[in-house]
């Protein structure tokens, strides 16, 4: 049975590790709220370490999120970050467990 003063204690520890998160909570909403400012071309080779051409044939393609207001190319580092998110390689782990979920439904399928 657990005593008074360790639910005190539980309680005490629970209440400060919810101010933490609210905390972070807020300081992500104001970091999310806050505008945030278009980058150059130069300063995208330079985040994901491509040559500057290279990311005027990404955007020649539309391989790459961009915007364009008149003649220049502008483009949002976080777009930017999502976008080389979305090349992630799978682990062999990862294939190996997609392949056996995969038969397994198959087989269920089947049943």
């Given at each position: 049975?657990?005593s008074?003063?360790q639910?005190?204690q539980?309680?005490?520890?629970?209440?400060?590790?919810?101010k933490e998160l609210?905390?972070?909570?807020?300081?992500?909403?104001?970091?999310?709220?806050?505008?945030?400012?278009?980058i150059?071309v130069a300063?995208?080779?330079?985040?994901?370490?491509?040559?500057?051409q290279t990311?005027?044939?990404?955007?020649?393609?539309?391989?790459?999120?961009?915007h364009?207001?008149?003649e220049?190319?502008f483009f949002?580092?976080?777009e930017?970050?999502?976008w080389?998110?979305?090349?992630k390689?799978?682990?062999?782990?990862?294939?190996?467990?997609d392949?056996?979920?995969?038969?397994?439904?198959r087989t269920?399928?089947?049943k």
């Open positions: 049975m657990i008074f003063e639910t005190q539980d309680v005490a520890e629970v209440k400060k590790d919810l609210k905390a972070l909570l807020l300081n992500k909403a104001e970091t999310t709220a806050g505008e945030e400012k278009p150059r300063e995208v080779a330079k985040l994901v370490g491509y040559k500057v990311i005027y044939k990404y955007c020649r393609h539309n391989e790459i999120p961009y364009k207001k008149k220049g190319l949002f580092k976080s930017i970050t999502d080389i998110k979305q090349g390689q799978k682990t062999l782990t990862e294939i190996e467990a392949t056996d979920a995969f038969l397994s439904n269920k399928a089947r």
